[in-house]
């Protein structure tokens, strides 16, 4: 997400200092950066000019005290509370005071973040959706210690870079994820149930209810471990059964699994071998 972000607010001409843990990390991204927009020059849809000017507004580090002097921070980081607090804790001693500091989290609470700082009426949501350079969707998440002028400059923010925001309250999932995790939760129990097969269960959300892609394709994009994350988070605020999550997801994120799909492909890939070896 943090790539994708980057780029999208470069293309829009902001610009960006993009940090990473390592160096490493931060040249890799900015080269995820620039492969996309290379994509993006051969496809017709930028010019070379419009690449370079964008790559141009991109710097990439390692050091948190190079974003001392932005105007707003976009923390993309993984999706666990205390590792965002302890970074809240310390974007908030090496930023100016006027800087927003705002979270991409897509259901973690955003006040929690906000209290880890001296400025909670400068923290907010911005959440982009994946891939962000081409969804149009952003989430702006209003904890109740944000200000109305925070709102409105995360809001000038996402319209600048051609995004269409929503304002939502700080509750676990939002919008989207609040009513997208249950869908693609049961997907998983259809299939733990052995109702039908993987592909077919894509196969027919695509084609019976006009969806881009079916409920694995989109687990598989999100991560598995993304996803039980999200699930859990949701569970804790609510506690509706929706939200528990399916065992079997548990289980392919405890065998270090990201993506359904590739997994089930191993597991039918062994079985076919141990019925090969069997029949020698």
Do not use: W
Request: proline content about 4%; some cysteine.
């Amino acid at each position: 997400m943090g790539s994708g972000i980057a780029e999208t607010a470069a293309v829009s001409g902001f610009e960006v200092v993009l940090r990473s843990r390592n160096q490493a990390t931060a040249d890799a991204t900015l080269a995820a950066i620039e492969k996309s927009l290379n994509r993006q020059v051969e496809k017709g849809k930028r010019t070379e000019a419009e690449r370079d000017a964008a790559l141009a507004r991109v710097t990439a580090t390692s050091e948190l005290s190079m974003l001392r002097d932005v105007d707003l921070v976009i923390e993309s980081v993984v999706e666990d509370l205390a590792v965002k607090k302890e970074l809240f804790n310390e974007l908030d001693r090496i930023t100016d005071d006027r800087t927003i500091l705002a979270t991409n989290t897509s259901t973690l609470p955003v006040v929690e973040l906000a209290m880890q700082t001296g400025r909670p009426e400068r923290v907010c949501g911005v959440h982009f959706f994946n891939p962000a350079p081409v969804m149009e969707l952003v989430e702006l998440v209003r904890p109740l210690t944000a200000s109305d002028e925070t709102i409105a400059a995360v809001r000038q923010f996402a319209e600048s870079c051609g995004k269409s925001p929503v304002e939502v309250k700080d509750q676990a999932g939002f919008i989207v994820n609040a009513l997208l995790f249950p869908y693609l939760n049961n997907a998983v129990r259809l299939y733990e149930q052995g109702v039908a097969s993987i592909e077919d269960i894509d196969t027919a959300m695509k084609g019976g209810c006009g969806f881009p892609m079916g409920p694995f394709a989109l687990l598989d994009l999100v991560g598995l471990d993304t996803s039980l994350a999200i699930l859990d988070a949701l569970y804790a605020e609510f506690r509706d059964p929706n939200y528990a999550a399916v065992p079997l997801m548990r289980r392919m994120v405890a065998a270090g699994e990201t993506k359904i799909r590739l997994l089930i492909r191993k597991m039918q890939n062994c079985f076919k071998m141990q019925f090969q070896a069997q029949n020698l």
